[in-house]
């Protein structure tokens, strides 16, 4: 079984950056590929970004592109993402887990609040 723990959310102003980091315990997480996802309040959850660790290829939602990047340290099975240029819209909880999700992988996010 794999436990996922995120961290690194906060509130920061329009513009400015923050780091997410993704730590994976228990099988080996660099078996799936891995995503990042939010929740926006009164939203359903959708896909940010997405790294296959075979090749490192990376793959992004249309609305973060150009200005989140996602990239994992597998020696220390974890997954970051980086976020810069943040906007309010960008005010979620992020999660991460394998690409398709699996049910059983969901924590308990991490808060990201972007506001003046």
Known sequence: Q????ESGGGLVQPGAS????CAASGRTFSRYSTGWFRQ????????????????GNTRYAYSV????????????????????SLKPEDTAVYYCNA????????????????SS
């Open 65 to 84: 592109k150009g200005r989140f990047a996602i990239f994992g340290d597998n020696a220390k099975n974890t997954v970051y993402l980086q976020m810069n």
């Open 18 to 21: 923050l780091r997410l980091s």
């Open 40 to 55: 926006a309040p009164g939203k359903e959850r959708e896909f940010v970004a997405a790294i296959r660790w075979a090749d």
């Open 99 to 114: 690409v398709p999700p699996v049910y059983d992988f969901w924590g308990q996010g991490t808060q990201v609040t972007v």
């Open 2 to 5: 794999v436990q996922l723990v």
